[in-house]
């Protein structure tokens, strides 16, 4: 009996070591299925909110929609948002804890040039494949990416547009002096001599934070130029526009694709309309007015309309902060798909073999450039009751 007793024990416990080998054997799968892992900054709170909180929604809205539609190589996408509170410093901590803590596959943001351009070398060093949304254009960086055209090109692009409509010889820049507009400016500067005949006679600049620009204008105003080119984000054009009023400006003004921001137009959009401001800005600020079969409406707007009703409700309409977004983190989605893996070198690599029209232009980056859009992306517009609409000539 003891001796019974003693095989049926061995039996037993070869059993269970049998059906431990099995389940270790399921495990392995269970674990390769982790969630692939993507790091969010941005400003969701503090001066740039405005900017932050629906590029936070869009990519809550865009995963989710992966996520039941099957997710990425079989497996889940999980977000890691952190919100930089519209300060650098703070953008730095964050996607160090990203690549660091929380060892995000890529990352996607941020909502302010001046984050996205500290955030840089972080990226570089901890060689993770990094998708810039804010508006910079910087020197190639082997794990960064960047949406658009950049600051530069779109700089010449607003020039070639003011000299070739308007016979432009005379120009006036003012420009701010963080990055967004140093860019800018400096792009006018060091291209107006392509054009013969023309020159910028006075070049002001101003902080973004200047409450009163009368000064500038004033010298602006003597110089009696042509066009005045105003390069600089929404919320320091707002004051320019109050001070050309006020000091009676008539000079037609062309804007660079900061300015259209709601900031602006709460505060200065009569002024704009009155005076017939251009302003160059991203096809969503007129894409409504667009006739159906327009490709970008079709092809580009309609598709994340969609998505974005799914989860905000049938009357939601996307703004150009979720539409931006949204190309940063198809871009990543796109490069995970072209590298069958969520490993950072593979997904920077493949980043390089994206392509697609977005609404930031087209994301065609090379190994040698990573610049997404290879022109300019922006339209000219005006205001016509308090409405944006594409310009016509």
């Not at 095989?7 to 037993?12: F, I, M, S």
């Not at 990416?145 to 120009?171: H, M, N, Q, S, V």
């Amino acid at each position: 009996m003891k001796s019974t007793s003693f095989l049926g024990t061995r039996v037993v416990a070869l059993c269970f070591l049998v059906l431990s080998l099995f389940l270790a054997g399921i495990a392995a799968p269970v674990q390769a299925a982790d969630p692939i892992k993507i790091g969010i900054v941005f400003s969701i709170t503090g001066p740039f909110g405005f900017i932050g909180t629906p590029q936070k929604d869009a990519i809550v809205a865009i995963v989710e929609n992966v996520n039941k539609s099957g997710g990425l190589l079989g497996r889940q996408v999980e977000v890691f948002i952190e919100d930089d509170k519209s300060v650098p410093m703070n953008a730095v901590i964050a996607v160090t804890k990203l690549a660091r803590d929380r060892k995000v596959s890529a990352i996607v943001g941020p909502s302010m040039t001046d984050a996205g351009m500290a955030m840089i070398p972080t990226c570089e060093q901890e060689k993770v494949p990094f998708l810039l949304t804010a508006p910079v254009a910087a020197p190639y960086k082997k794990w960064v990416f960047y949406l658009g055209a950049g600051d530069a090109r779109e700089g010449l692009w607003t020039l070639d547009f003011t000299i070739k409509t308007f016979g432009a010889k005379r120009i006036a820049v003012l420009s701010s002096t963080d990055n967004h507009g140093s860019t800018l400016g400096n792009a006018v500067a060091s291209n107006v001599s392509k054009y013969p005949g023309a020159s910028i006679i006075v070049h002001e600049k101003c902080e973004v934070t200047d409450t009163n620009m009368i000064p500038q204008i004033t010298k602006i105003k003597a110089a009696n130029p042509d066009v005045l080119l105003v390069l600089m984000p929404g919320s320091a054009a707002a004051v320019v526009a109050k001070n050309y009023k006020q000091l009676g400006l008539t000079t037609q003004v062309v804007t660079s694709h900061g300015v259209p921001m709601p900031d602006f137009i709460k505060i200065a959009g009569p002024i704009a309309e009155e005076y017939k401001w251009i302003m160059f800005g991203n096809f969503m600020a007129v894409v409504e007015k667009y006739p159906p079969d327009n490709p970008l409406k079709k092809n580009v707007y309609e598709p994340l309309k969609q998505v974005m009703q799914e989860k905000f409700g049938k009357d939601f309409k996307p703004s150009i902060f979720h539409a931006v977004t949204s190309d940063g983190i198809k871009a990543v989605i796109e490069a995970i798909r072209i590298a069958k893996s969520d490993d950072r070198a593979a997904i920077r690599d493949a980043v390089e073999k994206v392509k697609f029209e977005g609404f930031v232009g087209e994301f065609a980056p090379t190994p040698q450039d990573h610049q997404g859009a290879p022109t300019a992306s922006t339209v000219p517009m005006i205001l016509k009751n308090g409405e944006f609409y594409p310009w016509q000539k």
